[in-house]
Nanobody
C-alpha cells in the first residue's frame, strides 16, 4: 500500500496557473500508475489525468486536455499536475490516486489508493 499527500492547492484568478504535487510514501512508487481526480461541490468525483508507472503514457479528460499536464519524478516519489488557463469550473477538491493495475488508469476509475485532497479555487 502507498500513502499519498497532496499539496499546492489554493486560490487563483481565472486564466492563472497552479501546480499540484502528490508525495507518495514507500519504496515502490515507481510500480504504481498514478492519477488525479477532482470533486466539485454537489458533483461526483471525476477523472482529470493519469500517467503510467514509467511516464510513457498519459491520459486526460476532455475538459482539461491542452491545459493540464501530468508528470512524475520516480526518484522523488512525486507526481505533479500543472494546471494552466484555469477556469472557474476547475474549482474543486483535487485528489491524487495510485494503483498498480494498468486497467484502472486506462478505465480512468477505481483506483485503490487515495490522498486526502487539496482545494483549488478559481475566481472569475
Amino acid at each position: 500500500q502507498v500513502q499519498l499527500v497532496e499539496s499546492g492547492g489554493g486560490l487563483v484568478q481565472a486564466g492563472g496557473s497552479l501546480t499540484l504535487s502528490c508525495a507518495a510514501s514507500g519504496r515502490s512508487f515507481s510500480s504504481y500508475h498514478m492519477g488525479w481526480f477532482r470533486q466539485a461541490p454537489g458533483k461526483e468525483r471525476e477523472f482529470v489525468a493519469g500517467i503510467t508507472w514509467s511516464g510513457s503514457n498519459t491520459y486526460y479528460s476532455d475538459s482539461v486536455k491542452g491545459r493540464f499536464t501530468i508528470s512524475r519524478d520516480n526518484a522523488k516519489n512525486t507526481v505533479y499536475l500543472q494546471m494552466n488557463s484555469l477556469k472557474p469550473e476547475d474549482t474543486a477538491v483535487y485528489y491524487c490516486a495510485a494503483d498498480r493495475r494498468l486497467d484502472r488508469v486506462v478505465a480512468r476509475k477505481d483506483f485503490a489508493n487515495w490522498g486526502q485532497g487539496t482545494q483549488v479555487t478559481v475566481s472569475s
